[in-house]
Nanobody, 113 residues
Framework: QVQLTESGGGLVQAGGSLRLSCAASRSIASIALMNWYRQAPGKQRERVAEITSAGSPNYADSVKGRFTISRDNAKNTVWLQMNDLKPEDTAVYYC???????WGQGTQVTVSS
């Protein structure tokens, strides 16, 4: 089991940027996949981005070209750089390590128009 703690959410105007961080309680070097999910009010939780232990990313179509996921195994941290934010990006963002069965508590991102 690994504890995940997100930070970096907040209120931003459309077109702005935020950088979310996910700090793990132990080494993530052996965790093959790390994901970012989000859940907007009244909607299902959706995967936004994932990254392999080797650093290979994948993105949901809705965020391609705007979001960048990265990880530093030595710092036990995963980031989500979000640029050109849109009101429809408003959601609670969660860090998830699927093979460890771990979720963070979430961080709120609100994008105003």
């Amino acid at each position: 089991q690994v504890q995940l703690t997100e930070s970096g959410g907040g209120l931003v105007q459309a077109g702005g940027s935020l950088r979310l961080s996910c700090a793990a309680s132990r080494s993530i070097a052996s965790i093959a996949l790390m994901n970012w999910y989000r859940q907007a009010p009244g909607k299902q939780r959706e995967r936004v981005a994932e990254i392999t232990s080797a650093g290979s990313p994948n993105y949901a179509d809705s965020v391609k070209g705007r979001f960048t996921i990265s990880r530093d195994n030595a710092k036990n941290t995963v980031w989500l750089q979000m640029n050109d934010l849109k009101p429809e990006d408003t959601a609670v963002y969660y860090c998830h390590a699927p093979l460890a069965g771990s979720w963070g508590q979430g961080t709120q991102v609100t994008v105003s128009s």
